[in-house]
Nanobody
Framework: VQLQESGPGLVKPSQTLSLTCTVSGGSITTNDYFWSWIRQPPGKGLEWIGWIDYSGSMNYNPSLKSRTSISRDTSKNHITLQLSSVTPDDTAVYYC????????????WGQGTLVTVSS
């Protein structure tokens, strides 16, 4: 399974950050897997943003929930992330990651994409 993030590398403050995760080698509707977005600001630790599961249910980090939307396109095997009203504090490397429910661990990571919020 391979995960590849894509989207603009520069977003202006107050705009919406939009990223796509293209999944190959496996279906996003396969039972037992959640599809997560995780980010890492420069010099800081990893922060979980949210996930969408194999059935299409979502769960978000409470601290980001009001600004976050995760969706999917099963025909394209895509996961999308939208984060609204961004500020420079949202500057980070954004990762698409698969969570294996049965094993209780993340088993596949995308390479990550840097998004900078700046005017």
């Amino acid at each position: 399974v391979q995960l590849q993030e894509s989207g603009p590398g520069l977003v202006k403050p107050s705009q919406t950050l939009s990223l796509t995760c293209t999944v190959s080698g496996g279906s996003i509707t396969t039972n037992d897997y959640f599809w997560s977005w995780i980010r890492q600001p420069p010099g800081k630790g990893l922060e979980w943003i949210g996930w969408i599961d194999y059935s299409g249910s979502m769960n978000y980090n409470p601290s980001l929930k009001s600004r976050t939307s995760i969706s999917r396109d099963t025909s394209k095997n895509h996961i999308t992330l939208q984060l609204s009203s961004v500020t420079p504090d949202d500057t980070a490397v954004y990762y698409c990651v698969r969570w294996w429910v049965h094993e209780g661990r993340y088993d596949h990571w995308g390479q990550g994409t840097l998004v900078t919020v700046s005017s």
